[in-house]
């Protein structure tokens, strides 16, 4: 049966593999950058909209900005959503089956300040590859899920359940809020995202959390002393120190589950140290500020909103024994806000096994269950909303880093997997 529908899925998409490229090249060269509180979608879902028309998928662009008025306690007070818009899309079913709806974000985090190849934009194809910014993470994935629709309504099939594809805004940054406003429209009894996994089935998420830990002391100017110059600078090599004991406590962490194997479960990085410049324009200086921001990652299982408050106190309790700190103390800033909560769907929950069933029929061999190594929206939507969720994507590197790629053909495999899923778990 599932043989069957794999070679059902591969001979449904089989005329859309020149489309679906030339779409990918096309999404690709628009820019999705967002940068809170604002971000660029819109043009590309307008591209994606018109392709799902020529296949005559029922599909709409919305407006997210309701979400502001929502009341929901989800919804980030920092973020612009005028304008920024949405991209519904579903094959109604015939009322006898289970849903499914599959979830991609259209928005790109910005090209950098490390130099590209080639222009962030270029969507070249080259070697089986698409090139640029955003091709991995995740337009490739998102065409893959429009793939889904199209081939769909192409063959004039009515699944059991609907199939239900969105592309959201506001992902990158954990802004949550394209999804959050698909979920205030939309329900169904499974999803997934296809968010790059190297062709693997991952159930379960982490959750994330990134702080500036920022200290001001002293005068930039007082470099000519005669006496002791007060700088956060050698005082920030303790706080790094108080950082490295934070990783190591929780390098100890022998999770259960979908983290079971992982060499490190739930890491702290330090994304940035920043106490002056090397300014060619300002031959000497003192640091009057020094700041480090720490990146944490948490279990699924964990109470993430505990978790933060224990190291918070920790860090408090450092710095009332430390002769700088208590003088000066850290100021703790969260950039983005709030944590993102993971999640992790059962191995054994109906929706995993039918993925991997129907990933083990594409592919021809027994696919990898496994845990991602980042947060993404599987959170929100899992967790927040009820809906068991999996994440199934193409192979490619270079997320949120220059040279970002995806390979094509790992795009048309997603697809074949998704909509092989699709057919199996809609009772098509
Ligand atoms: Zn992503």
């Keep these: ?226 006496g002791e110059v007060l700088s956060p600078a050698v005082p920030l090599g303790r706080l790094l120190g108080w950082v490295d004991k934070l990783t190591k406590r929780r390098a100890k962490l022998r999770p259960q589950g979908a983290y079971a194997g992982f060499a490190l479960p739930a890491p702290v990085q330090v994304l940035a140290v920043e106490a002056n410049r090397l300014d060619p324009q300002v031959p000497l200086s003192v640091p009057s500020r020094g700041t480090v921001r720490l990146y944490m990652q948490f279990l699924p299982q964990e109470d993430v909103d505990a978790v933060i408050e224990e190291v918070r106190l920790d860090l408090r309790q450092f710095c009332a024994s430390d002769a700088f700190f208590s003088k000066h103390p850290v100021d703790w800033k969260p950039l983005i806000g709030g944590p993102l909560y993971g999640h992790e769907l059962a191995a054994d929950h109906p929706w995993t096994q039918c993925m991997e069933q129907s990933a083990g029929s594409v592919l ?24 068991p969720t999996l994440l199934f994507g193409p192979c490619g590197a270079g997320a949120h880093n220059p040279d970002e790629y995806v390979e094509w053909d790992s795009v048309l495999r997603t697809a074949e997997v998704l909509l092989a899923s699709a057919l199996a778990w809609c009772n098509c």
Aim: net charge positive; charged share 25%.
């Design 1 to 226: 049966m599932t043989q069957e529908v794999a070679s059902d899925a591969r001979k449904l998409l089989r005329p859309l593999a020149a489309p679906l490229k030339s779409l990918l090249q096309e999404l690709v060269r628009t820019n999705t950058v967002a940068v809170p509180p604002d971000g660029d979608e819109t043009p590309a879902q307008r591209i994606l909209h018109r392709f799902l028309r020529e296949y005559k998928v029922k599909s709409a662009l919305y407006e997210t900005e309701f979400i502001t008025r929502s009341g929901s306690p989800l919804v980030r007070k920092n973020r612009n959503y005028a304008g920024r818009k949405n991209l519904s899309a579903r094959i109604s079913g015939r009322g006898a089956g289970r849903s499914l709806v599959i979830n991609g974000h259209m928005d790109t985090v910005p090209p950098g300040r490390l130099a590209w190849s080639r222009s962030p934009w270029s969507g070249v194809a080259q070697q089986g590859r698409i090139h640029g910014l955003g091709s991995f993470d995740m337009k490739g994935g998102l065409v893959a899920g429009a793939a889904v629709v199209c081939a769909l309504s192409r063959a004039g099939i009515r699944p059991g359940g609907d199939v239900l594809f969105e592309s959201v805004v506001d992902e990158e940054w954990g802004g949550g809020g394209g999804t959050i406003a698909a979920r205030m429209r939309d329900t169904a009894d499974a999803c997934v995202i296809p968010e790059g996994t190297q062709l693997e089935v991952y159930r379960a998420t982490r959750g994330g959390f990134v702080v500036d830990l920022s200290v001001k002391a002293g005068d930039s100017s007082a470099y000519f002393s005669s």
């Design 364 to 387: 021809g061999r027994k696919p990898v269950v496994t845990a991602a190594p980042y947060p993404c929206d599987a959170g929100l939507i899992h967790r927040d909303y009820g809906i």
